[in-house]
């Protein structure tokens, strides 16, 4: 079972994007949804998450210009990437849990940033 990534591209800095994710019906009540990103010669890293309750956490680097969204009426989680920064290029992965802890990653989209 793998999540659905989409909304990636290239765009220019201080430019936006919308990513968005869905998890297929199959898997039963998702918890924690969220989105991370892995650049060149880097380890994969959290951008944002966000419980079925609505509750958020960010990464440093993504505070005042990311905000993670999700419709659990659809298993899909979002999220806004505004004023976006050339160090802000890598591939995004989102990632879901089940409350009987299992783990789903998406296939991962690029997002690059560059004039």
């Known amino acids: 079972v793998q999540l659905q990534a989409s909304g990636g591209g290239l765009v220019q800095p201080g430019g936006s994007l919308r990513l968005s994710c869905a998890a297929p019906?199959?898997?039963?009540?998702?918890?924690?949804m969220g989105w991370y990103r892995q650049a060149p010669g880097k380890q994969r890293e959290m951008v944002a998450i966000?419980?079925?309750?609505?509750?958020?956490n960010y990464a440093d680097s993504a505070k005042g210009r990311f905000t993670i969204s999700r419709d659990n009426a659809k298993n899909t989680v979002y999220l806004q990437m505004n004023s976006l920064k050339p160090e802000d290029t890598a591939v995004y992965y989102c990632?879901?849990?089940?409350?009987?802890?299992?783990?789903?990653w998406g296939q991962g989209t690029q997002v690059t940033v560059s004039s």
């Open positions: 990632k879901a849990n089940s409350v009987t802890h299992s783990v789903y």
């Open positions: 966000i419980t079925s309750g609505g509750s958020t």
């Open positions: 019906g199959s898997i039963f009540s998702i918890s924690t």
